[in-house]
């Protein structure tokens, strides 16, 4: 049969480094590598290479490594390879194109067009090691106003709040797009970091009953896992509406990924897939939407803020306002930039607006129509780095969801091949003999490490900045600069260019 | 005394434990070298039984009692009455493999003479410092040594 389609890597071994001890043959979950005839001698075949780098980490003589692989096509600026290569997988498949991972292509990234500012003279910056520096985070409805104060005590009913001591928190990743481990990991992190993970919609798993006080339960259109006792051991509920990766459609979890126990979390049977539709067939419209927070409501007592996840599109501005006059009491926007488990690539890679823009034009409009207090505005859809945190915060955003950064730091190399249930790293996969990898007991150390040391550098560009706490930074646009942008795009954003 | 210890649930049968355990017991202590240069190849210690599916890495347990030392006929295997560590005096062994039969797990290894896990001489083993999984962890559980 003919390809049609060259191979994208090339596995490279150094014969002479290489001592034939089989670990890249037990580690490849794609079987790219293998013993020859004689079953000594390690070859490997790249045909099926992700480059997700397990033979090359685990390679104790640094033999391995992985190239691109070299196969040109004429040049052409309209047809390129990878349109080419597309074409063909769906000319065999005739099916629909499925990533993983977010959206990779080359859109502009406004975090890297919007620089910082720092104090000079006129006003004096802060060193965080020396003077108390402030990230604790509080999410959740504030009041309209404060009655008077009598006998010292406040007479003002605060709705339910949310303390987290870093404004940054574990988006959705569901048990059954990644494996218990990989959610074990962050329930760990959460706990030990004081914030929050997000079990996704596929319920909360027995084992993790541990951290429900630090667990995000989400309510999706599947509805997965939902029952009385799931919304109340949690911190907060989530209502998903959309997901930044893919805006509009639903999920779908293949049937060999529910195992007995994704089953059991789920409440549906075993082996049979599970499909979120696109809408939530209960919410056609924003009047809907409050009743769907009010019943949750009313199932907590109250005692829960309701948060309502929706995706960064068009009209994302009104629609954040609608959904914050619906009575939720967190509103989560989500980038374009946003992981999945898998999606249709199409959808993926032209579906949404970046999450700049969009929370930039959300803070606004809610604080134009004088409602900005009466939500938390969370931003996600990718977070690379402390200062991509310290910019969404100046932009408006109360706290950030970051969730391919932990998945990195627990092994994940990018590979996008989530949606095929092989993940070598454990992380993306339901197969026991790939889960055993991602030993939680490792694993949360390094997601702790990472946010602990986020949360070092957030503190260090705010003591330049002059700012002691969160708050004082929040929707904070003075401290932003755009270089290179537009008017148009400066306007969005709210923030001056460069030099004025 | 402190062992070595497999926790089968993190074991990724990447077999690992056996490279550095080989290395660590070469002359070069050198990874490449101690597989393709050394003659006579060093031997591994401990070995992971089992596949993909299940596996788990065993070596010496250092047993209380130990059958080896009883049988050793040359009076080569000893236990370490304050380490409790067993181990093979190589110069004294004359490989009649006696050890090897009666070992309850299989834990002695054939080369020119016996040679099994010395714990890496009380240092922090080799295979449980490279285990890329803590799978094998090196505890202090009780028992071993007088």
């Known amino acids: 049969m003919i390809n049609y389609i060259p191979r994208e890597f090339d596995i490279v071994r150094d014969r002479e480094r290489c001592i034939d001890c089989g670990c890249c043959v037990r580690q490849c979950g794609f079987d790219c590598h293998y ?55 769906q000319a065999a498949t005739g099916g629909v194109l499925l990533s993983a991972m977010g959206n990779p292509r080359e ?11 720092a104090s000079q003279v006129t006003n004096p910056s802060i060193d965080p090691l020396r003077e108390p520096m402030e990230i604790r985070t509080i999410l959740g409805r504030k009041p309209e106003k404060l009655t008077a104060v ?20 574990f988006s959705a990743m569901s048990f059954g797009s990644i494996s218990l481990n990989a959610q074990k990991t ?24 541990d951290w429900s006080d630090y667990a995000v339960v989400q309510v999706a259109s599947g509805r997965f896992g939902v029952h009385k006792e799931y919304l109340n051991n949690s911190k907060f509920i989530e209502i998903k509406i959309g997901q930044g990766a893919k805006p509009g459609i639903g999920g779908h979890l293949p049937g060999e990924k529910v195992t007995v126990e994704v089953s059991n979390a789920r409440m549906i049977p075993e082996g049979s897939d599970a ?17 769907l927070i009010w019943s949750l409501k009313q199932a907590t007592n109250n005692e829960k803020p309701i948060s309502v996840k929706i995706a960064a599109v068009h009209n994302i501005a009104a629609i954040a306002s609608g959904v914050a006059r619906a009575g939720a009491d967190i509103v ?36 134009d129509e004088s409602i900005r207090s009466r939500v938390s505005l969370v931003a996600a859809g990718s977070f690379r780095c402390s200062s991509d945190i310290v910019k969404a915060i100046a932009l408006g955003a109360d706290a950030c969801y970051v969730a391919s950064a932990p998945l990195i730091a627990m092994g994940c190399h990018m590979c996008q091949k989530c949606n095929t249930g092989i993940c070598n790293w454990g992380i993306a996969t339901q197969r026991p003999e790939l889960t055993r990898r991602l030993n939680p007991e490792i694993a949360h150390e390094r997601v702790e490490n990472l946010i602990n040391a986020w949360n070092h550098e957030i503190k260090e560009i705010m003591g330049g900045m002059g700012i002691n706490s969160v708050d004082s930074l929040r929707g904070n646009r003075l401290m932003l600069r755009g270089i290179g942008l537009s008017d148009k795009e400066l306007e969005i954003l709210g923030i001056k260019h460069a030099g004025e | 005394m402190k062992k070595v210890y497999a926790r089968e649930q993190y074991c990724i049968n990447c077999r690992l434990c056996e490279v550095y355990c080989k290395t660590n017991h070469s002359k070069s202590k050198d990874v490449v070298k101690a597989y393709k240069k050394e003659s006579p190849s060093p031997v591994s210690r401990i070995s992971v039984y089992g596949d ?39 110069s004294k062994c004359i490989g009649c493999m006696t050890c090897l039969a009666v070992c309850p797990i299989g834990c002695i290894k054939i080369s020119n003479t016996a ?32």
Not at chain 2, 118 to 124: A, I, K, N, T
Not at chain 2, 130 to 140: D, G, S
Request: glycine letters at 8%.
């Open chain 1, 35 to 89: 013993f020859d005839d004689d079953g000594k001698t390690v070859v490997a075949d790249s045909t099926r290479c992700v480059a997700c780098h397990r033979c090359v980490d685990l390679c104790p003589t640094g033999a391995l490594s992985i190239r691109k692989h070299v196969c040109d096509y004429k040049d052409n600026a309209n047809w390129t390879p990878r349109i080419q290569q597309e074409i063909c997988r």
């Open chain 1, 107 to 117: 859109y502009p990234i406004y975090w890297d067009k919007i620089l910082l500012n």
């Open chain 1, 150 to 169: 009598k006998k010292g005590k406040s007479q003002t009913e605060m709705p339910p709040q949310v303390m987290l001591e870093t404004p940054i928190m």
């Open chain 1, 186 to 209: 962050l329930a760990i992190a959460a706990k030990n970091l004081g914030t929050l993970f997000n079990t996704g919609e596929g319920g909360l798993h027995p084992e993790l009953s």
């Open chain 1, 275 to 291: 499909i979120s539709p696109a809408p939530h067939h209960d919410i056609y419209s924003i009047e809907d939407l409050r009743q």
């Open chain 1, 332 to 367: 989560v926007i989500d980038g374009y930039r946003g992981g999945t488990g898998a999606a249709p690539t199409r959808i993926r890679d032209n579906v949404g607006i970046p999450i700049e823009l969009a929370l930039a034009a959300a803070d606004q409009r809610l604080r």
């Open chain 2, 52 to 90: 993909s599916k299940a596996s788990v890495a065993v070596n010496c347990r250092h047993c209380d009692d130990p059958a080896c030392v009883k049988a050793c006929i040359a009076g080569a295997m000893t236990k370490d009455k304050k380490t409790g560590i067993v181990s093979v005096n190589e």
């Open chain 2, 115 to 146: 040679v099994k896990c010395d714990l890496c001489s009380g240092e922090e083993p080799a295979c449980v410092k490279n285990c890329p999984n803590k799978a094998l962890v090196w505890l202090e559980v009780g028992g071993g040594a007088k």
